[in-house]
């Protein structure tokens, strides 16, 4: 669309500007790339991440809403994280990002902080900053219908239900660290704090409506290349039979059987409790399927999302999800099977607006705390928080989003937690940030993307659990470190390319660098080889890397991985005996990726034209070597 939306919340004013030059773009792209090039531009690395001179931005790239192109749906966001203080992206799909261009804007940058909670209203390349008083302390499903009723009048009832928000929930205001952005009620840029950001700034929520289109460089080469794309996804089990039937919690059984399902805070990696949460269990008794499909991302040829409705009290409600990330975080993380509690769990995430993941992990951090003696029992005011509790796992949802009791412990993320009570070999995270569903003791090069992730704690950094797990783009031996540094830069890079463009991950089941650049070229106009697609994730890596160099002094020391993980062998299952050897992998990883204990040289920084950066760590005194 060609621009970017600046609002200084503090001034109450917007300004519309143009993209960078063709230049700029093309070495980052757009969305998680265009994000950490501005940032380093205009966010100061040593900056509150919850003060004023932090800034959000909400990024498209150039994929996104084309029409035609599979998974194109998505958006991100980046900013400071105020859990892990590392520069940070959080990616979301739905309907959110393609109305975002069809409303005539590629990004929106918001700054400063608000004297009093706004909403922005975007429609049709008109920007209005409105007042959010009276949308303050309400979650986010109830702050989407009142703007869609508010909006109504102005624009026509029909027309007002495809307005597309983007907003917090009380969870974001009251600053929970890993407080979620929800667009759509049930689409989450869940991890790091985003929505804590936003709650700083007094920013309630961002509505958008459109009738643009973003246009495509190349027609027939286009069509040509989405004809290609689309027939690799339905030759792929994965994208056409898998996720399609039983969306990402068919997941459940195939972690567990490997070995590598965390369970009771990681202490194994066998769940006993497995066929009851899994996603086969999902689409028997709670799935609705018509629901499902509407619940589908925007140009999604996978249609992986769910749609559930639990009947039942205590746990009654309906809603998108859960996804296999929250069945596991409330359910083997916390040793509970049932999932009729799991859901509600999900959707009171969704609608106080919490990141699921940080969410039921650090509840599995805080049992096992309990289990030790290091939790004053006043501090639970009554509830049974033990393992496998379906009642603590939903009440703890609400006590954190709105730092209740021990809830406001548990907001401050399970790594201030451990600390607090003297135990931070309790916290399975990395850089702050709690780890995912997967025990890399079984995956050792998931372990090292585990430690070398630069937002913390992610899965999504390198998905080797695709190699390493489910043979995707063929298997390898998931016990070995060989050849993994190597396996393990390529996916960071490409990984790094596709959150630029914005498309889904779930595409690289079936596509590759090749089809990426195929794709970005046929959009934009521009000549990208497979080749330069690595280069430019290499930008972005190192980039990102160096932002928190500066920040916290990121390096080596950051690079590990809990001490359990490295030092306890996993006590059963296909994993029996195995721990992460980090160590024969890293120096290789640095080496492949030109670093010096964890921090890019002058060199390798200066040949991905990044001079104007390593000058700046050279200022303070960092650069290696």
Partial sequence: MGRILRVNLWRNKYYIEPLPPETVLRSWIGGRGLGVYLALKEIDPKADPLGPRNKAFV????????????????????????????????QSGGKFGPELKFAGFDAVILEDVSEKPVYLWIHDGKVE???ATHLWGKDVHATTDIIQEELAPEIGRDEAKKIKVLAIGPAGENLVRFAALINDKSRAAGRGG??????????????VRGHMKPKVAKEEVFKEVVAKMVKKHRESPVTSEGLPKLGTAIL????????IFPTRNFRTGVFEGAEKISGETLAEKYLDKKKSIEESCWGCVITCARYTKIKNSPFSGEG??????TIWAFGAQTGTDNLEAISKANFLCNELGLDTISMGHTIGTLMELVEMGK??????????????????????????????????????????????YGAPEVSMSVRKQELPAYDPRGAQGHGLAYATSNRGGCHLRAYMISPEVLGVPSLVDRFSTKGKPALVKEFQDVFAVIDSMVVCKFSSFAIWDEDYAEIISAVTGWDISKEEVHRIGERIYNAERAFNVLSFGDGREYDTLPKRLL???????????HVV?????????????????????RAKLEELGLKWVADRLEEEGLLPG
Wanted: proline residues 8%; hydrophobic residues 35%.
């Fill in 59 to 90: 990024m498209t790239g150039p994929i996104t809403g084309v029409a035609g192109v599979p998974e194109s749906g998505r958006w991100c966001s980046v900013t400071k994280s105020p859990l892990t203080d590392t520069i940070h992206d959080s």
């Fill in 129 to 131: 900053i409105r007042d």
């Fill in 194 to 207: 985003h929505g804590a950001v936003w709650g700083s700034k007094k920013i309630k929520a961002i509505a």
């Fill in 252 to 259: 459940v059984n195939i972690i567990n059987k490997a070995g």
């Fill in 320 to 325: 998108g999800g859960p996804e296999y990330e």
């Fill in 375 to 420: 939790i004053p029992p006043e501090k639970l005011r009554g509830l049974n928080v033990k393992w496998g509790s379906p009642e603590a796992i939903v009440e703890l949802v609400w006590r954190t989003a709105y730092r209740s009791g021990i809830g406001d412990e548990l907001a401050e993320g399970s790594w201030r937690l451990a600390n607090k």
């Fill in 567 to 577: 030092e306890e062998p996993m006590p059963e299952g296909p994993a029996k005996g």
């Fill in 581 to 601: 050897r980090l160590n024969e992998m890293l120096d290789e990883y640095y080496k492949l990726r030109g670093w010096i204990d964890g921090r890019p040289t």
